[in-house]
């Protein structure tokens, strides 16, 4: 499903594949973030079973994030940090308003 914003000229349409790499790459540029739980491939988009998905709510985007933290770090600030940076970068990067990220600690790595 892709995200479809009005403009003078026409349409924009955001997919949902763009909102996945946005995330992504926020999440794994917060500090104590080892990585994600599991690997982001097409595959995974399809079934819905990837370390991020995407949920369309008309023109509002609900996303769910695995990740895994680093030993010794907080996991619970790790994961409001992960919060911050994945809703600031997927709306000003896309435009696409973000209703909640809910982040999921899946592992540590040591």
């Known amino acids: 499903m892709e995200s479809t914003k009005k403009a003078a000229n026409g349409s924009l349409k955001i997919s949902e594949d763009v909102i996945i790499t946005v995330a992504r790459l926020a999440a794994l540029d917060v500090e104590g973030v080892a990585g994600l739980f599991g690997e982001v491939n097409k ?18 985007a609900a996303l769910n994030v695995k990740i895994k933290v680093k030993n010794g770090v907080k996991a619970a600030a790790v994961a409001q940090e992960v919060q911050s940076a994945v809703k600031e970068s997927v709306q000003s990067m896309t435009g696409v308003a973000v209703a909640r990220v809910n982040v999921s600690v899946s592992g540590v790595v040591f």
Do not use: A, E, F, Q
């Not at 595959?43 to 509002?60: A, C, E, F, H, Q």
């Open 43 to 60: 595959l995974s988009k399809l079934r819905n079973n990837g370390p991020i998905n995407v949920t369309m709510m008309g023109d509002v």
